[in-house]
């Protein structure tokens, strides 16, 4: 087990430094972030080279990547256009979509694993036929068609929540975006726990544990669940990585000042150092959650031998 | 609350009694002279500061926070004194200011002369970075402070053409005669600077130190920024509130949901996507002006193929080939009003606008745009390509607009076709590195409401802003004698001369002005917007 782990965070080092590379070289073929600080008006041709220089723009790329990383090895992220530190933006965002990303996990494992059971245990009933027709209907409204809708009937037309999360940004208020950023992955849990349960209904041992005669509620918490769960804590896990990113619609509607936002704005300006800052974060969380799930798998069907 | 206000109001009995006389007659209205307005913001690009400020967002904050040497009438876009006692000149050229006595930062230290030039100096140097550095360009001694070589280093530390004359006075020395020079220092780059911005920049940042009627109470940076009404503050627009709350948003349309809900006070910048719900929203609490903006399509000089006299016949039919009553109708909502120069109607006539200048070239009159565009020997490279951002202010549904006027017009399918650049940053890129096959957009919002800074910025030869290269010696020739008019007045009526010129050039084609808008909450009253577009926060209201 431990050999194992030691031996994917030592594959970590080249996935990690591929991708910084590839973003930092993305951002860089977007463009020349300069011209767009002055507005409108044509750079004054000086100040313009001044400012690159001070942002090491002028160095070739493979330069600025070498200095770059000898920077965050340092803990140096460099500065934001705004004159911010971007590890002061990383402070204030990614706890805010950490909170989001839990909040929107709960919602997904609870409801979703809930939700699969019920119809799984008995399919072709009306609790699973309700279930499907509910799931249909979240994964095929886009994300911020259901946002701007509960924005507007909850918040602007009956003003039970706040229209907008204040920068205090409690977790009372990230209920209900939560709810929508889980949406979509709430309907696939859902379906895949479903599908799961229904195919371990009819397996060797739980036929076993029924003859057997275990409760019922050994039976289905225990042995179903359990393995019922390793599709899903897969996908759950995945999740907790595309979450921690994806979820600039969501954020820009409720107004939330978190990493989505952060990363929306830093493209939007062309600023290398946020994007790639937030970026590479994100590349390290995707990473330790798939180490993470792959570790779970053991825990839960103890036929996985890590070595 | 009410007995407080009192109070205070008789302790203060002697200079306030005016002040306390209106606030007190109001609060028996229901007004809240200790009311917060909250306001819609979002994050500046640049640090705050006045030579690094540029765009609307941190201009918010300067204007709240700064006063200058003359100041814009929000109302009539007139430049008045604020800071200054005089503003004097012989010769256009050599400017003497006095200042009034008694003036003060808000943390105490007194404005003085030295607080103007040392901050004039401090922008105007290379070695700050500051991207409003070129607004000094014509003080005496910039190119030492300022190369524009991109290697060299500055010779100096500051400009020889300002000279401190006394504690109050100072002068300014350009270096060619500018008639309308006083008229852009009401723009926030000329504002006044206290020690502590020299001694600990830092701090500054982290929490401005200004002269306006308000000051910074808290800044939590790309979240929220707490004003407060400084009660010191002795200027004529002192703030009818307690104090100004600027909440970031992600999205104006967030802004505005908050708005409906009554969680925000001022909403401005309402998203194209709202504003045909705006006015059944919100009622009379929507409001709706003229800014100083104007946007055209410009052309590439540098692109042998759209200079010459034919090409002057092919812009010129182009620009009558788009229908701009239509497309300002449905695709702004009247937001937008179909442009009839290269100025803008906040200039009023004293400024310089003239809505006769464009005359038929901004009509839409596709017969004659049809002929036109076939005697110039039809569009260059058979097709127009039109190019803008798309990332912001719903350009790419004007563009396909436009693009279909000029499609009818010319009886010919995608004789006229869109060329979306994802982003603001990418598309200025390739702009100033000339890289425009055909027309593009270009939109000017005003430093200053002056027709010199629509004209002499934007189409004079190698101006700073003249991005399609436009060059006209005829042009040149009268903005020279413009500048060097005697006075304000006399250089205007030079300036619409040379004006006429662009309606026979077409460097750019006019399309539009452009409205500011904003929308306020049941709690708030007299609620406006400046000609920049930005609300008069200090004049709001809170009612009780």
Known sequence: MGRYVIRRLLQMVPVFLGTTFLIFAMVHVLGD???????????????????????????????????????????DFGKAFNGQPVTELMGTAFPVTLKLTLVAIVFE?????????????????????????????????PTFVTGYLLQYLLGVKWGVINVSVSSETGIGELLIPGLVVAGVSLAYVTRLTRTSVAENMRTDYLRTAVAKGLPRRRVVGVHLMRNSLIPVVTFVGADIGSLMAGAIITERIFNIHGVGFQLYNGVLRQNVQ?????????????????????????????????? | MRGVTRVVCVVGAGSLLAGCGVAGGESRGGTDPNGVVRASWSDPQRPIEPGNTNEVQGGKVLGL????????????????????????????????????????????????????????????????????????QYVEGYADVHPADETARPRAKTMSGLKVTGPRTFEVRLTQRYATWAEGLGYQ????????????????LRRPVGNGPYKVESYRRGKAMKLVADPAYRGPDKARNGGVELVVYTDPNTAYADLLAGNLDVADDIPAAQLPNAAADLGDRFVVRPAGIIQ?????????AWR????????????????????????????????KD??????????????????EVCSYDPKKARRLIEEGGGLPGGKLVLTSNVDTGSHRDWMDAVCHSVDKALGREHSCVVNPVGTFADYRTQVTDRKMTGPFRAGWQMDYPNIENFLSKLYYTDASSNDGGHSNPEFDRLIDQANAAPSAAAAVAGFKDAERILARDVPAIPLWYQNGSAGFSERVRDVALDPFSVPVYQAITVTR
């Open chain 1, 109 to 141: 494992a609870v409801i979703g694993v809930a939700l699969g059971m019920i119809s799984g245990l008995r399919p072709g009933g009306f609790a699973d036929n309700g279930a499907l027709a509910f799931t249909l209907l979240i994964i095929s409204v």
């Open chain 2, 296 to 304: 055209t399509v410009s052309f590439p000089f540098y692109d042998r």
């Open chain 2, 189 to 204: 780059a000329f504002a006044p600077l206290p020690r502590l911005f020299f001694e600990d920049h830092a701090a500054w």
């Open chain 1, 33 to 75: 972030p300069v011209a767009a600080m002055f507005g409108d008006r044509t750079p004054d041709p000086a100040t313009a080279a001044a400012i690159r220089h001070d942002l090491g723009l002028d160095l070739p790329l493979w330069q600025q990547y070498l200095n770059y990383l000898g920077d965050i090895v340092q803990g």
């Open chain 1, 274 to 307: 946020t994007v790639v800052g937030f970026v590479t974060v994100l590349v390290l969380v995707f990473l330790l959650a798939n180490l993470l799930v792959d570790l779970l798998y053991a825990v839960l069907d103890p036929r996985i031998r890590y070595a």
């Open chain 2, 65 to 136: 926070i700064t006063r200058g040497l003359t100041r814009y009438d929000p109302k009539t876009a007139e430049s008045v004194n604020d800071l200054a006692e005089s503003i004097e000149t012989e010769d256009s050229r050599v400017w003497r200011i006095r200042l009034r006595e008694g003036l003060r930062f808000s943390d105490g230290t007194p404005v003085t002369a030295r607080s103007f030039t040392d901050a004039w100096n401090y922008t105007a140097n290379i070695t700050n970075k500051q991207v409003n550095a070129p607004f000094f």
């Open chain 2, 342 to 359: 290269w100025t803008s109607p906040v200039l009023g006539a004293k400024g310089g606008y003239d809505a006769s200048v464009c005359g």
């Open chain 2, 308 to 339: 010459g006299a034919r090409a002057a016949k092919v812009r010129r039919g182009i620009s009558m080939a788009i229908d701009r009553d239509a497309i300002t109708k449905r695709i702004f909502n009247g937001t937008r009003i179909p442009a």
